[in-house]
C-alpha cells in the first residue's frame, strides 16, 4: 500500500487533496484491521511499589502475592469478550520513568495505579502522573487512576486522591478514578469494565 502511494506521489498523479483523503483511507483501513484483531493496548504506570504487578496478577487470576519489582517490563495478554487486552506493566522506579515513553505508541487506555497508603508520595505522584498526560502520543488514550490498597488502615479515599492528584484540570480526555484492592480483587473488574466501555465506544466512534 505504502509503496502504491509512494509511486502515485513520485510519478505527481495525485493533487494535495487527493493525497490528504488517500492517507485518511489509509488510516481507516488499519483502524479496521486493529478493530477486526480487536487488540487493545494498556498500559499500566505508576510509582514503583504501588501495586501495578499485584493488580495485573489479579486480573490474570494469577496469584497476586508472588510480586518482584518490575525492571524492565512485562506483557501479559487477557482475553476480554471479542476483545485480547495487552497489559504493558512498566517499572516505576525513578531511574526507569525517563523510558515510559517508549512505550507509548499505539496506546488506548493508562491505568495509572496509585497506593492509597503512601501519602508522602502523592506529590510526587502527581507531577509524574501530569507530565504523563502531557505526551502527545498518548493524547487520545483513555485514563483511569486506580487508588490501590485501600485495605491499609488510614488509606486515602478516592475523593482525597482526585483533589491531590488535581484530577478535574484534566478536561482533553476521559477519565475516571475508582478503588480498588490489589490483593483481593475488589474495584478491579469495575475498573477494567469502564476503561475497556469507553475504549470500545471511542473506537466506534472513529469508524
Ligand atoms: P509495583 O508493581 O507497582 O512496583 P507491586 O508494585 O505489585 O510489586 O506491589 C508492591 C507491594 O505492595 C507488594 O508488597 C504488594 O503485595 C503490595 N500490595 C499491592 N497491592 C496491595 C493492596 O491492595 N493492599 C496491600 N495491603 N498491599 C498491596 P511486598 O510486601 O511484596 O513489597
Avoid at 499500566?44 to 497476586?64: A, E, R
Avoid at 491531590?164 to 480498588?180: G, K, V
Wanted: include cysteine; charge should be positive; glycine fraction near 8%.
Amino acid at each position: 500500500m505504502y509503496f502504491i502511494y509512494l509511486y502515485l506521489y513520485k510519478n505527481k498523479k495525485f493533487k494535495t487533496i487527493e493525497l490528504i483523503k488517500f492517507k485518511m483511507g489509509l488510516l481507516k483501513i488499519l483502524r479496521k484491521i486493529k478493530l477486526k484483531e480487536h487488540q487493545v493496548r494498556l498500559l499500566t504506570l505508576g510509582l514503583d511499589n504501588s501495586g501495578k504487578t499485584t493488580i495485573i496478577k489479579s486480573i490474570l487470576g494469577q496469584d497476586p502475592t508472588s510480586t518482584s519489582p518490575t525492571l524492565g517490563f512485562t506483557i501479559n495478554t487477557l482475553k476480554y469478550g471479542n476483545n485480547t487486552i495487552n497489559f504493558w506493566d512498566i517499572g516505576g522506579q525513578t531511574t526507569i520513568r525517563s523510558y515510559w515513553r517508549n512505550y507509548f505508541e499505539e496506546t488506548d487506555g493508562v491505568i495509572w495505579v496509585v497506593d492509597s497508603g503512601d501519602k508522602l508520595r502523592l506529590k510526587d505522584c502527581k507531577e509524574e502522573l501530569h507530565n504523563l498526560l502531557k505526551q502527545e502520543k498518548l493524547a487520545g488514550a483513555t485514563l483511569i487512576v486506580l487508588c490501590n490498597k485501600q485495605d491499609i488502615n488510614g488509606a486515602l479515599k478516592v475523593e482525597e486522591i482526585k483533589n491531590l492528584l488535581e484530577l478535574e484540570s484534566i478536561t482533553s480526555r476521559h477519565w475516571m478514578i475508582m478503588p480498588c484492592c490489589g490483593l483481593t480483587g475488589d474495584g478491579l473488574k469495575e475498573g477494567l469494565n469502564w476503561i475497556m466501555d469507553d475504549i470500545s465506544s471511542r473506537i466506534f466512534m472513529l469508524e
